[in-house]
């Protein structure tokens, strides 16, 4: 197999850390067959730092229009088989790219492939690996097809973690589409759901990237995020390619997305929006009329209405 590899990165004001995610797609240990930059309206020096590689990089400059977006150009530009995203603020390790290839090669039944990678974690001051609190999740499987699809998986979280991890093939977006413009944020995680509907997945349990995290993330609103990821689930119930899928895994659907509710209505409470924290815990139970979930709303709400009229109290004394 000749897999060729197209590699795309976008970004926007990243004049501070461009250069090195470029350098560390440069020194990977297998040549890449093209390095796309999707330069997305940046009002910085990035145009000018992006000038310093030359005929190294496939230079795209387009109007802002958001990350799902420049992705989507990036794709439609590449001409490799094989697409593999990085984040301008984060450096891949030289072997990400062969060890990946080597997945596709090894399995062709396989269109998609992420892997390991090293955060910050701010709570902890300490770094961290992403798949740590999976190891002894019996639902995963590393290094080979997983087991069970990645649909029923995705459906708890986005356990891919970051689009730099990724390596899929690009006939898989004729089949699917392309990323959701109209999502500010988890436009990767609806993606990463509609390829699981068509194909196996590999998640390699190597580290072989480093995630850079500033205050400039989009993910850092955390409460944003798990309000696009509830949409990403509802826009499924209109979604042809998974109707067959879900209806297989109708129950799951329903108690995740009841979880998801409550965790949103948790980070509406920590923002003093209670008022939307409630409505949430509502919506938690109407997700599904389980015994378990009912537990759950019991759990959740009973604490928050408790901490509430407590507070009320002694407030008014």
Wanted: glycine residues 6%.
């Amino acid at each position: 197999m000749n897999n060729k590899i197209s590699v795309i990165i976008p970004v926007y004001n990243g004049e501070a850390f461009i250069d090195r995610a470029i350098k560390s797609v440069i020194n990977q240990s297998i040549n890449v067959f093209e390095l796309i930059i999707v330069n997305d309206g940046s009002k910085d020096n990035t145009a000018n730092k992006l000038l310093e590689f030359g005929d190294l990089i496939n230079v795209i400059s387009i109007p802002n229009g958001g990350v799902a977006n420049a992705r989507n150009v990036g794709i439609k530009e590449a001409s490799g088989d094989l697409i593999a995203f990085l984040d301008a603020d984060d450096i891949w390790y030289e072997d990400k790219l062969k060890l990946q290839l080597d997945v596709f090669e090894r399995y062709p039944e396989v269109g998609f492939c992420c892997c390991d990678y090293a955060y910050f974690d701010e709570p902890s001051q300490t770094i961290k690996k992403h798949f740590l609190r999976f190891e002894n999740d019996s639902n995963f499987n590393f290094d080979e097809p997983l087991k069970k699809t990645g649909f029923p998986l995705l459906l708890k979280e986005n356990f891919v973690g970051t689009c730099s991890t990724v390596m899929f093939k690009r006939a898989l977006t004729d089949q699917v589409g392309f990323f959701d413009v109209n999502l500010r944020q988890s436009e990767d995680y609806d993606m990463w759901i509609k390829f699981s509907l068509v194909t196996q997945f590999v998640v390699l349990s190597a580290e072989l990237l480093e995630k850079k995290t500033h205050e400039t993330n989009l993910t850092n609103n955390f409460l944003e995020t798990m309000l696009c990821h509830e949409r990403v689930l509802i826009n499924l119930r209109t979604n042809n390619l998974a109707s067959e899928r879900l209806a297989s895994f109708e129950d799951k659907y329903w108690s995740e997305l009841g979880k998801l509710r409550y965790m949103i209505g948790n980070l509406f409470y920590e923002t003093n929006q209670r008022l939307q924290a409630f409505k949430y815990y509502f919506l938690g139970l109407g997700a599904c009329w389980t015994f378990e979930n009912i537990k759950l709303f019991g759990y959740f709400f009973g604490r928050k209405l408790v901490r509430t009229l407590s507070f009320g109290l002694v407030k008014n004394r």
